[in-house]
């Protein structure tokens, strides 16, 4: 075990597995020369030179597309966006090739890709920079999209999503950059995709949240378990394939949830488990299933207002009391 | 998407009628000129002439004429309601047929609407060929994919995106991927005079020459991107000559001309895998047909235009080559003719014999491995009731 920050724990993953396999390569905006944007691929330009550690144009769709090409001809390309936001001008490759050229081909071609980036609110970035861009990319089918919390997490997932033949979406937080925690040194340490992990144990109610929203999730928890409430937080980690099980399980023994989670609440991931709940629960409620999301308006810079939209553990609280019918 | 203002276009109709050019010269200006080697009497350009063989000019003929009778023979069982979609290449042959016959084995294609035949001439057989048109049980893409949008991983041919430029960028990325393993590989990548206005005709001429890769790409400027002439497409003076901005070598070519294609293609080739990097081609050519079968053209050109190229025809001008070399008189042609319409006639049959794909294949190919909640919906749909018999 070592102690990383989440930025390490990612580039441990990505260099583990360029080391492992020589097809594996990363590209992107500022990963080389400047070490990334965020510091994530720090030393990796050094370690493995430029042919393996690309800095690219100002071109998110270019860059996918031609890494889209490559894995198409037997490479495994790690893509940084500078952040999610600005993958959406590079949508079409993602949402009609990359997800698409498996099924479209019959099975004889794949596409073998990990697409990584910081999502969702950072701190005063205004509304370009905020978005939550996993709810657009879970919709897809031929994708698969994980969201984890933790360092451990973080390295495990990835590692998987690079070792895996169809296209993966690697969801992580600017916010969560800097947080330690301990990370298994084994270099086949994989965390398998489509597992959640129950981050606290509870009895009386059910908080699911990914990525960022599991640290305010648990931060609501330690306030409930003052008022008496013992709260059980679900990390989902991954959003696609969805453990509906886990979910499912813990809402039977406590028969109430809150979804807690970046992103709008017009549809999106939060809804999409709001309707498993009460399809396979359905018997076992004792209230609603409500949620905790951004407000439905894009993100504002001034630090007070944006926090009002960002979901506090105070809005958390708030919603479990009401499905315990102590508001 | 791509559709002018019709209400600015009578007014300068005269502006945007296609002329037919005249060679120019290539060596100062390769992008502006025109690279050309068959002469109207059907002897050769000396100076430009590749060379090719009899056999080889041959087999150009053959593969130009069998596409020629399957694009009408396609056209008309669209028409019979036997297949949904179809976008023949009538009139712009010269282009992909010259093409294939230039690349190597393990070379790659991520062709444009109009250049899935490339396959074809790169050993892919008729049957299956037909049956991703039809999308059936015969079709190895299991009939999920448009009719002329096809593909064959034996034959490294990708099939292109309909958004119309995304298909170049895979290209790109493709040689890309050959330059980072040291492999000999090159790709060729097509779009139309249309896709170049699309963003990633930008970002692949962009990173190719950036990344100095192995690519050949291709435009196949055939004046019309459904009713907008090139002319409203851009208003640079040629298509090529954007090549010179990326720092791409760009050669404008006469696309009608499969002598000259097959020189641009061939050298084009030469240099990406000798290290020498991208190379931009812009084949003049004209769509003699409709776009696909749900255009009318007769809307937004006039008969007259057509006719000029029509007189074009890269058929009748290879045609008129071999007959001046003595390679081809009315029998062989009528002969061949016959053979290929009796090849083709027999595909259709043994094609029009599978059925559809099982209702079962739906939930295959999505992912490498099928996730528990298709094989879900897999048992759903199968314990469910049977869909109606043939469709």
Redesign the interface.
Known sequence: MSQLRFREAVRAAMIEEMERDERVYLIGEEVGHYQGAYKVSEGMLERFGERRVIDTPITESGFTGISIGAAIVGLRPIVEYMTWNFSAVAFDQILNNAAKLRQMSGGQLRVPIVFRAPNGSARQVGSQHSHAMEHFYAHIPGLKVLAPATPADAKGLLKAAIRDDDPVLFMESETLYGVKGEVPDDPDFLVPMGQAAIAREGRDVTIVAWSRMVHVALEAAAVLAREGVEAEVIDLRSLRPLDETTIVASVRKTHRAVIAYEGWPYGGVGAEIVDRIQRLAFDDLDAPVLRTSFLDVPMPYNARLEQLVVPQASRIVEQVRKVLYRA | MHQADPGSRGSDAAETTIAIEAAAPVAAAPDLGLLRVLRDDGSVDPATDPGMSAELLLRAYREIKRLRLLDARMILVQRQGRVGFYGACTGQEATPIATGLALEKDD?V?PALRESSIMLVRGFPLVPYLAQIYGNSA????G??MPS?M???AVNQ??W???IG?Q???????????K??GDR?V?VGFIGDGGTSE??F???M??AG??RVPCVMICQNNHWAISVPTARQTASETIAVKGRAYGVPSVRVDGNDVLAVYKAVSEAVARARSGGGPTFLEALTYRIGAHSTSDDPTRYRSDEEVATWVARDPLARLRRHLVHRGLLDDAIDAAMEQELSAEISAAITEVETHGPPGRETLF?????DQ???LAEQRAELLRGPKAPAGH
């Open positions: 790659w991520f079709d190895v893409l299991k999920r994919q949008h593909s064959g991983r990708v099939s995106s309909s958004v995304p170049l960028p895979h290209a790109v990325g493709a040689a890309w991927a050959a980072i393993r590989t790709t963003p990633d930008h970002n692949a962009n990173l950036v990344y295959d190919d999505v992912y490498a996730p528990w909640h």
